[in-house]
């Protein structure tokens, strides 16, 4: 509790010796934020000069805020779900009681602010009693409400009105300075008001007032410069993220994820051995599907451009339990997924330096000297890690286009009717129900990761208008490049029917040699090397992100340590480090059979975790209900959602199906197994989180804020 105490004569001023107590939120709570709006309308210029009366002009000004600006604001309020505090003077409620009683019917709460915005510096106790009273008549007479707040005139509190509040049961007071946070200020007589501390930097009345001769500061300025004055301070108070991506950084980040050369590489052979030359076809069918899944991405982060994407969404769109078992998937497909990317790097990277048959302990050292490369990037952050993103990218864009371009222009030794071949593996009908589904399935897994962007949705820069378009722009660049340089390897393929028998276990590498030389095996290797770098770099920016959201909403255990943020870029490094951990745990099971069991959901997580928040948006709009209306593509989304859901629903059939594709029988089943394990230990972990007084229940969001700062 804080003593304010008058300054007493020859003694100096004694009201700030002790500093007030940090306060004890509520369990699952580690911030407050309060909406407030002083509706002064007139009175805030007749209290300054009360000849203005007569000035046409300057009043029309005042009366825009009620008239004009509550609507406004009621209306955004609602939209948004959200309740705020109006300070109101009792002479504005006389003047404008519709306005008054609208605020109250719309479930708002009415503060007291005196009853004429009267200067109270140097009143009398008498006098500004009869003005609170005054106040006071003046909204119950017209709103029927008696406030439990109070705010002071121009904040100017004088050492006697605590006491005359306490007098009148008021509860709390929002006029103070001295500190970031709510505390028990101590009145005379043993009373006591909370006391909600207020700024002048989080005040706009600073930033636009201006009125000539009357008031104001002679300056009005840019919406920008308010934004940014709020956001550093709220950065600077509370766990909040930094907006330091921009769309370059952005894009650069889910198409490092995205990763053309890992994706190129990764199918091409298995394609080719199982559909034959023609399984280019399934390029585009699967392109076309995911584009459709990136239009539902595009128009819901423009709606919720919050931390972890797809948990965010389907939290928002149908509750924090579906949401909770959204973000497992996306965790755990996320996190194999960095397990998998290191160790499939090392042998990259060894043989570009020279290394050849390296043993596995070695190839699982390396593989962790690259996941502790990219963890120190994901740590440090800002310049670092957006630097890292840029070389990617430009690696990325000239390997892939380059590989294409070149080998259709001067290397293709394959007649173009070789696409329309199966290469003996089936014909007709038979073709598109067996053998062209097996590449359909796996090339899914390379048009995965543009949503990378989305999941640090609350450090990009006007995100609602970024996202959207660095999403969607990824896939389609990143799309359009794997088929050209898919393309252009099968029409260089010197011999076809031993890439299609599997004798040619490497055919791309072969393709390679074969047109630029033995020269371009090591750079094929170190493009290749960079690749898998980059896309796990960003995979582990994308995982951190979503941990740490669900930490914020207090459903992972740990959540205390997991929910925090460090370091001058506000960054989720215990998250960080979390994955390491896991990942690095994983990376030294690389040769066992467990690992492989694992992997099998990796790529799988992703496109379940996708397929969640889409049905849940496609059942809303199925009832009738719009919940992204005014979102990103809005016009089509209804069509885009509906192609999208029908598109999941066959790619996760055909994903699970078994298929003799391994050896072991678990390994073949290994998708289905290892949802039926991670869904089963997610339900767990969900029933724990969501127990009753658990502080998932109790906690309140903080990352709709996040959002509403870039409305």
């Given at each position: 509790?804080?003593?304010?105490?008058?300054?007493?004569?020859?003694?100096?001023?004694?009201?700030?010796?002790?500093?007030?107590?940090?306060?004890?939120?509520?369990?699952?709570?580690?911030?407050?934020?309060?909406?407030?709006?002083?509706?002064?309308a007139?009175?805030?210029?007749?209290?300054?000069?009360?000849?203005?009366?007569?000035?046409?002009?300057?009043?029309?000004?005042?009366?825009?805020?009620?008239?004009?600006?509550?609507?406004?604001?009621?209306?955004?309020l609602?939209?948004?779900?959200?309740?705020?505090?109006?300070?109101?003077?009792?002479?504005?409620?006389?003047?404008?009681?519709?306005?008054?009683?609208?605020?109250?019917?719309?479930?708002?709460?009415?503060?007291?602010?005196s009853?004429?915005?009267?200067?109270?510096?140097?009143?009398?106790?008498?006098?500004?009693?009869?003005?609170?009273?005054?106040?006071?008549?003046a909204?119950?007479?017209?709103?029927?409400?008696r406030?439990?707040?109070?705010?002071?005139?121009?904040?100017?509190?004088?050492?006697?009105?605590?006491?005359?509040?306490a007098?009148?049961?008021?509860?709390?007071?929002?006029?103070?300075?001295?500190?970031?946070?709510?505390?028990?200020?101590?009145?005379?007589?043993?009373?006591?008001?909370?006391?909600?501390?207020?700024?002048?930097?989080l005040?706009?009345w600073?930033?636009?007032?201006?009125?000539?001769?009357?008031?104001?500061?002679?300056?009005?300025?840019?919406?920008?410069?308010?934004?940014e004055?709020?956001?550093?301070?709220?950065?600077?108070?509370?766990?909040?993220?930094?907006?330091?991506?921009?769309?370059?950084?952005?894009?650069?980040?889910?198409?490092?994820?995205?990763?053309?050369?890992?994706?190129?590489?990764?199918?091409?052979?298995?394609?080719?051995?199982?559909?034959?030359?023609?399984?280019?076809?399934?390029?585009?069918?699967?392109?076309?599907?995911?584009?459709?899944?990136?239009?539902?991405?595009?128009?819901l982060?423009?709606?919720?451009?919050?931390?972890?994407?797809?948990?965010?969404?389907?939290?928002?769109?149908?509750?924090?339990?579906?949401?909770?078992?959204?973000?497992?998937?996306?965790?755990?497909?996320?996190?194999?997924?960095?397990?998998?990317?290191?160790?499939?790097?090392?042998?990259?990277?060894?043989?570009?330096a020279?290394?050849?048959?390296?043993?596995?302990?070695?190839?699982?050292?390396?593989?962790?000297?690259?996941?502790?490369?990219?963890?120190?990037?994901?740590?440090?952050?800002?310049?670092?890690?957006?630097?890292?993103?840029?070389?990617?990218l430009?690696?990325?864009?000239?390997?892939?286009?380059?590989?294409?371009?070149?080998?259709?222009?001067?290397?293709?030794?394959?007649?173009?009717?070789?696409?329309?071949?199966?290469?003996?593996?089936?014909?007709?009908?038979?073709?598109?129900?067996?053998?062209?589904?097996?590449?359909?399935?796996?090339?899914?897994?390379?048009?995965?990761?543009?949503?990378?962007?989305?999941?640090?949705?609350?450090?990009?820069?006007?995100?609602?208008?970024?996202?959207?378009?660095?999403?969607?722009?990824?896939?389609?660049?990143?799309?359009?490049?794997?088929?050209?340089?898919?393309?252009?390897?099968?029409?260089?393929?010197?011999?076809?029917?031993?890439?299609?028998?599997?004798?040619?276990?490497?055919?791309?590498a072969?393709?390679?040699?074969?047109?630029?030389?033995?020269g371009?095996?090591?750079?094929?290797?170190?493009?290749?090397?960079?690749?898998?770098?980059?896309?796990?770099?960003?995979?582990?920016?994308?995982?951190?992100?979503?941990?740490?959201?669900?930490?914020?909403?207090?459903?992972?255990?740990?959540?205390?340590?997991?929910?925090?943020?460090?370091?001058?870029?506000?960054?989720?490094?215990?998250a960080?480090?979390?994955?390491?951990?896991?990942?690095?745990?994983?990376?030294?099971?690389?040769?066992?059979?467990?690992?492989?069991?694992?992997?099998?959901?990796?790529?799988?997580g992703?496109?379940?975790?996708?397929?969640?928040?889409?049905?849940?948006?496609?059942?809303?709009?199925?009832?009738?209900?719009?919940?992204?209306?005014?979102g990103?593509?809005?016009?089509?989304?209804?069509?885009?959602?509906?192609?999208?859901?029908?598109?999941?629903?066959?790619?996760?059939?055909?994903?699970?199906w078994?298929?003799?594709?391994n050896?072991?029988?678990?390994?073949?089943?290994?998708?289905?197994?290892?949802?039926?394990?991670?869904?089963?230990?997610?339900?767990?972990?969900?029933?724990?989180?969501?127990?009753p007084?658990?502080?998932?229940?109790?906690?309140?969001?903080?990352?709709?804020?996040?959002?509403?700062?870039?409305?």
């Amino acid at each position: 509790m804080t003593q304010v105490e008058p300054p007493q004569p020859g003694t100096g001023l004694r009201s700030s010796t002790v500093p007030p107590g940090p306060i004890s939120w509520p369990a699952g709570v580690t911030a407050a934020a309060c909406l407030t709006f002083d509706m002064d309308a007139e009175a805030a210029v007749l209290t300054a000069d009360i000849s203005s009366v007569g000035r046409m002009s300057p009043m029309s000004h005042q009366s825009y805020g009620p008239l004009v600006g509550v609507p406004r604001i009621l209306a955004l309020l609602k939209r948004h779900d959200l309740r705020a505090t109006f300070f109101i003077p009792g002479y504005s409620a006389h003047r404008y009681p519709d306005v008054v009683r609208a605020v109250a019917e719309a479930g708002h709460e009415i503060a007291h602010h005196s009853y004429f915005h009267e200067n109270t510096i140097g009143m009398d106790a008498k006098t500004e009693a009869d003005m609170l009273d005054l106040g006071l008549r003046a909204l119950r007479e017209v709103a029927g409400v008696r406030p439990e707040g109070y705010r002071a005139p121009m904040w100017e509190m004088n050492f006697h009105t605590p006491a005359l509040l306490a007098e009148r049961g008021f509860r709390y007071d929002s006029s103070l300075m001295d500190s970031d946070h709510p505390y028990v200020l101590a009145v005379d007589g043993g009373a006591s008001l909370v006391e909600v501390p207020v700024s002048w930097g989080l005040d706009d009345w600073e930033q636009y007032a201006f009125l000539p001769d009357l008031i104001g500061s002679g300056v009005i300025e840019s919406p920008a410069k308010a934004l940014e004055m709020w956001t550093l301070t709220s950065n600077s108070l509370g766990q909040r993220p930094v907006r330091d991506f921009k769309f370059r950084s952005a894009f650069g980040l889910s198409f490092a994820d995205l990763s053309p050369i890992v994706g190129i590489y990764t199918v091409f052979a298995i394609g080719l051995i199982a559909a034959g030359p023609a399984f280019l076809w399934a390029f585009p069918l699967v392109l076309i599907g995911q584009l459709m899944v990136c239009g539902v991405f595009g128009n819901l982060v423009s709606k919720w451009p919050l931390q972890g994407s797809v948990y965010a969404w389907s939290r928002e769109l149908v509750g924090p339990r579906y949401g909770w078992f959204t973000g497992w998937a996306y965790m755990w497909g996320l996190t194999l997924t960095l397990a998998v990317l290191p160790i499939t790097a090392a042998p990259y990277i060894l043989s570009a330096a020279g290394v050849n048959a390296p043993s596995q302990i070695v190839v699982e050292l390396v593989g962790i000297g690259v996941l502790l490369f990219g963890s120190i990037a994901n740590a440090l952050g800002g310049r670092l890690l957006r630097g890292l993103i840029y070389i990617a990218l430009a690696c990325e864009l000239i390997a892939s286009a380059g590989i294409g371009i070149t080998l259709l222009a001067f290397h293709h030794i394959n007649p173009l009717s070789i696409i329309f071949s199966g290469g003996g593996t089936a014909h007709g009908a038979s073709w598109l129900v067996g053998p062209f589904l097996l590449p359909v399935a796996y090339i899914a897994y390379s048009f995965i990761g543009f949503e990378a962007s989305a999941s640090i949705g609350e450090e990009v820069q006007e995100s609602r208008k970024v996202l959207p378009k660095a999403v969607v722009l990824s896939l389609a660049v990143g799309g359009v490049l794997v088929i050209i340089a898919c393309l252009g390897i099968v029409l260089a393929i010197p011999d076809v029917s031993a890439a299609v028998s599997g004798k040619d276990t490497n055919p791309i590498a072969t393709t390679l040699v074969h047109a630029y030389g033995s020269g371009s095996g090591r750079t094929l290797l170190i493009a290749l090397a960079i690749g898998f770098t980059s896309s796990m770099i960003a995979v582990q920016t994308a995982v951190t992100r979503a941990i740490w959201a669900s930490a914020r909403d207090r459903l992972l255990p740990g959540t205390r340590v997991l929910g925090k943020l460090s370091g001058r870029e506000h960054l989720p490094r215990y998250a960080i480090g979390l994955t390491v951990i896991i990942a690095g745990a994983l990376v030294f099971a690389g040769a066992s059979k467990i690992f492989a069991l694992l992997v099998s959901f990796s790529a799988f997580g992703f496109i379940l975790s996708y397929y969640l928040p889409i049905i849940a948006l496609g059942y809303k709009q199925w009832r009738g209900q719009s919940p992204t209306a005014d979102g990103w593509g809005a016009r089509w989304i209804r069509v885009i959602t509906a192609i999208a859901v029908v598109w999941l629903t066959a790619e996760i059939v055909n994903l699970l199906w078994p298929r003799d594709v391994n050896s072991e029988w678990y390994l073949n089943w290994g998708a289905i197994i290892m949802t039926g394990v991670l869904g089963v230990l997610g339900l767990l972990i969900c029933l724990r989180s969501f127990r009753p007084g658990s502080p998932a229940m109790m906690a309140q969001r903080t990352d709709v804020v996040a959002a509403e700062e870039e409305s």
